[in-house]
């Protein structure tokens, strides 16, 4: 048993219905109309006799709609693999029991896959049709669940399959690094929610209960200045773009007290001071591993060596091999009865559990 | 299994060494402080013979050198109590290898380690962060929580390696919105309630500050902490405090509390005076928080306790233990993510741990479909005095000791705050002059914890034909008689409302 992502979001629904969950596409999403939309598409696969177990293909225009799919796949123990609009091929290679599009994709979809059937969501599906009443954390019989994000697919089109109990424990392990980088509730992120990160990221949120707003980085910055974001989750190399823009025109994101940057490569101590004093005073970091969440989490400050990525956290478990592989494993919880993972990138990892890549 | 909680704080000691951790009015420990105190911690343990698999009793009073103790103790795979000096005669309940104790304790029946100052001071320097070598198996018991109960009598509650893991992460969601960085923790370590928050607070790498009621209002102000955490009680007297001295707690941005149901005129209080953000919440020792809500949301909703947490399962049952609609009122019964389990000492050398799927505890309720659940009572007479169960025949054996009480019977009484109190009515022998401030003074001796609020004489105890006792007649009975020697048909909060800590989280 895990504390779920998808039921904690029922209970945030249910405790603090009008409180923001989601700002992005133009939508904004209260906790309670959240779960309503999650109910709206459960109800309809329900409707579509997918049973528990069934594998859904998801093809959406917009992240949202994925993320709320994809909320209601895992709500009715069901497996489920996103993918890219411009990728109907993949569609007729997955074996999936049903797509679920929208009506823009539908029209590529209709007629070209034969075998599956088609479930489309109308353009106002969310505001229109009434939510069924369901228990609000239903047991779940399924314990696999395939998690597959767009940016999986720019890399192989094989889906990751993960069990429910293990995405489960990487967003706890997400959300606890956001807990212990911020001390407030609204967060903005520039990371897209259609990635890996991105629905990841998203589900942490909800599970802390937190307001989170999708932004694309051209946007980002008069985000956090008209809505008053305090806690920003970037890449940073969107970091980097941030500072540039704050460096010729400064916006005022004083109300951004703390920052979580997600590290592709290791950064500088004139980095990290040039981003705190652009955009954001307390930074921490965290670089994370494609198959597995974040494996590394410090204070950015503390980064002074720019192949350096930081502490190797107690709960997770690392190893480099002779040839500099370096692999990891959860040291909590079953997952530590499963093998290691590889992180697919080579380097060392010193006596003070600090990882330096290659 | 790994130590995720302790080796945290190491963490912590090597990425944010000078943060501040733990705190006291006068004091202020940072991570790597509190990790090199339970490095020497640890050592003075290992020297003391104790080791993995043994349980030992922490009797300290100074609260940054207990939580080291529990800490040295959880990495070294040893299983922890923390007893107050009033609960040692509890101590017999648990097979205990040895007591950890900073003052002469007379009567502890087992072996007894002196903690004192060289425990924690450095000595040659900065230990090294090491990892512990030490891997319990996740169902070893890490802690054991001596609780009020639910059924009033004392009870020993185990808490397993992972059930305490598990509880980091239930609580690190309790606490997940509003953010904060600094809390204020009035229950004490040998709470459920206090253990839990504390844990969780360095687990996240923030910072915990002990306090008792009296002092934590300049807790928070000095330290600006961001939430306070409190039992009912505690927090009746600090709007006490507040009302006959306001400070100003604009810090806050949350207040917790929990140990039993809240009234209207008591949360309304608390928002006014001390934050607007108040979250109540419903559990136990054994499930921790089994529902929680910010008060507007219960507002309108007679006895709501909050909205059922996903680590619970909670279903209510009818007589026969079968689950019933939802919107039924029946029986309460919990399956909690992080469950403990009642501990029981079976002979001088072994001890038996009941691993039930599910916990009764003894509450009616209703469970809504939108999670909401509603506690209309107790299934037996069990008063909760803010979060500390008290059994009225306990109280009423022991009256019924004391010279010239021919009967005595004990029922709780709401106070105007909402609080339950206990109320002793007794008949006297006409012969026998008793005197009141005596009666108190026996109870104050014997039975510290179960002082009654008010004792009355009356004619009779009201009885039914079978001679049991009918509690809801003498309460009427109480009042009158509180009407015609006080004047006032309620009561004001007394001394009594706000000692003691709650076991209910």
Known sequence: ?358 | MHSDFVETIFFHARNAPNNPAISTLGTIVSYRMLAQGILRVEEKIRASGLKQGDTAGILVNYPIGHFAIICALHRLGIASVSIYPDQIASLNEILVDAVLADEQAPDVPVRTVKVDDSWFKSGSGELPLRASDVRPSPDDVARYVLSSGTTGQAKVISLTFRSVQERLESYACRLASPGWERLVCIPSLNTNYGYCFAITSVWLGKMVCFAGYQFARQAVILYQAHVLVSSTQQIAGMVRDQEENYMPLDSLRAVHIGGSVSYAPLIARIRLLICTTLLCGYGSTEAGTVAFAPALRLQGFDNAVGITTPWVRVEVVDENKRPIARGSEGEVRISAYGQGHRYRRVTDSEAEIERGEWFYPGDRGILYKNGMLVILGRLNDIINRGGVKIAPETIEEFAKTLGGIRDAAAVGVLSPLGIEQVWLGIVVDPTVDIEMPTLYAAFREKMPNTVPDRIHVVHEIPRNTLGKIVRRDLQRLLAEVELTTTGTAGMSLSDQDVKGSGSRS
């Open chain 1, 1 to 358: 048993m895990s504390i779920s992502w998808v039921d904690s979001l029922t209970f945030h629904a249910n405790l603090t219905p009008s409180k923001v969950a989601l700002v992005g596409d133009g939508i904004v999403f209260s906790y309670s109309q959240l779960a309503a939309a999650i109910g709206v598409i459960e109800h309809r696969l329900r409707e579509a006799k997918v049973r528990n177990g069934a594998f859904i293909a998801v093809q959406f225009d917009r992240s949202l709609e994925q993320l709320v799919a994809f909320a209601a796949t895992y709500r009715m123990g069901l497996s489920f693999a996103a993918v890219p609009a411009g990728r109907i091929d993949w569609l007729a290679d997955l074996g999936c029991d049903l797509i679920l599009t929208d009506k823009l994709l539908s029209y590529r979809v209709t007629g070209r896959i034969q075998s599956t059937p088609v479930l489309v969501l109308g353009d106002s599906w969310h505001r229109t049709e009434a939510a069924a009443e369901t228990d609000p954390y239903p047991p779940r019989d399924s314990e696999i669940v395939a998690l597959n994000s767009l940016d999986k697919w720019d890399q192989s089109n094989s889906a990751t399959v993960i069990t429910r109990g293990d995405l489960d424990r990487r967003v706890m392990g997400l959300a606890r690094l956001m807990a212990t980088a911020s001390t407030s509730n609204r967060v903005v992120t520039s990371v897209d929610l259609n990635s890996t990160t991105g629905l990841l990221l998203a589900m942490a949120s909800f599970m802390l209960g937190r307001t989170l707003a999708a932004t694309g980085k051209a946007q980002a910055r008069e985000v956090i200045a008209t809505y008053r974001h305090e806690f920003l989750v970037a890449t940073a190399s969107q970091l980097e773009d941030l500072a540039n823009a704050q460096a010729a025109i400064p916006l005022p994101l004083n109300t951004l007290e703390s920052g979580l940057v997600l590290l592709e490569r290791g950064v500088s101590a004139d980095w990290v001071d040039r981003i705190q004093s652009l955009v954001c005073p307390n930074l921490h970091a965290a670089w994370s591993a494609p198959d597995f969440g974040p494996v590394t989490f410090q204070t950015a400050r503390r980064l002074t060596d720019a192949t350096c990525l930081g502490y190797i956290p107690p709960w997770i478990e690392a190893m480099s091999d002779d040839a500099g592989k370096i692999a990891v494993r959860s040291a909590v919880g079953p997952e530590n009865e499963g093998g290691w993972i590889g992180t697919g990138r080579r380097g060392r990892i010193n006596e003070d559990r600090l990882l330096f890549l290659d």
